[in-house]
């Protein structure tokens, strides 16, 4: 094989150690065309290029687990799928150019000892206040554990913090929008991984969101216009697929817990 390369050589050029080709090579991700007679890894033109896939999911912040659904799904194409890795690039561009800024400031804000303005605020969040339906909250959900777990955690965040909260949900949402543009269903294992790793965000950073409490937030969030039309700003479509891909995880948890099977 003229054209190979070694899996120092790939390293190198691809700015990854030597530990993590093996680490993709273990998980059946990115594996060598071969060996060479002193048994290091060799990779040829297709190798390269799955890398390079690879490695453009994850500066997208989607995990390795989920990255391995997508690139073996019988649907996948790379033409379609460098297509819209370059779209969903340029919009984390434009985020990550308006987050800096607002983290910028919202550290500026901490040193001083000077909170953020409330338009301030809300540009950090792209234009959603989180604040909006509280009183709605308050009168729904006021008395559950739930809402007075989530109402001290927030009262207690800085401004970096919540920065640091919207950084994270967008890079599930685009983790959601990456499996949405290759077609894989939201019925599928990797989008289910996804949506519990949205159940986990709430849970770290609002309140302890059982099964059943997130299987009810993922109906809320398509059948109510007002989250519908926020969560569609990512992407169109972006509400429902995370509602079915939620309800499905749902599904089976409680299936497993329960001794059944899906």
Request: proline share 3%; charged share 25%; glycine share 8%.
């Amino acid at each position: 094989m003229s054209d190979a390369l070694t899996v120092g050589a790939v390293s190198s050029l691809a700015g990854v150690t030597v530990r993590t080709l093996h680490h993709y090579d273990q998980i059946g991700l990115v594996v060598p065309a071969g060996r060479t007679g002193s048994g290091y890894r060799i990779y040829g033109p297709t190798e390269v290029e799955r890398l390079q896939e690879v490695l453009f999911f994850r500066e997208l912040g989607i995990p390795l687990e989920e990255i391995k659904a997508v690139v073996g799904s019988p649907t996948y194409t790379r033409t379609t799928a460098l297509q819209r890795q370059r779209q969903l690039l340029e919009q984390q561009a434009d985020r990550i150019l308006t987050m800096i800024d607002a983290v910028d400031r919202a550290v500026l804000a901490e040193r001083t000892g000077v909170k953020m303005s409330s338009e301030e605020i809300l540009e950090v969040f792209g234009g959603f206040d989180p604040a909006e339906h509280e009183e709605e909250a308050r009168e729904r959900w006021g008395e559950t554990d739930a809402y007075k777990q989530s109402a001290q955690r927030t009262a207690r965040y800085t401004n970096e913090d919540w920065a640091n909260l919207r950084v994270e949900a967008d890079g599930i949402n685009q983790a959601f929008l990456a499996l949405m543009a290759d077609g894989t269903p939201a019925g599928d294992p990797a989008a289910m991984a996804i949506a519990e790793e949205h159940r986990t965000h709430i849970s770290r950073w609002f309140y302890d969101c059982s099964v059943e409490i997130h299987a009810g937030l993922g109906q809320m969030y398509n059948s109510d216009e007002r989250f519908r039309k926020n969560i569609d700003k990512a992407g169109d479509g972006l509400a429902e697929y995370m509602a079915t891909a939620i309800a499905a995880n749902a599904a089976a948890i409680l299936s497993l817990e329960e001794g059944t099977d899906v």
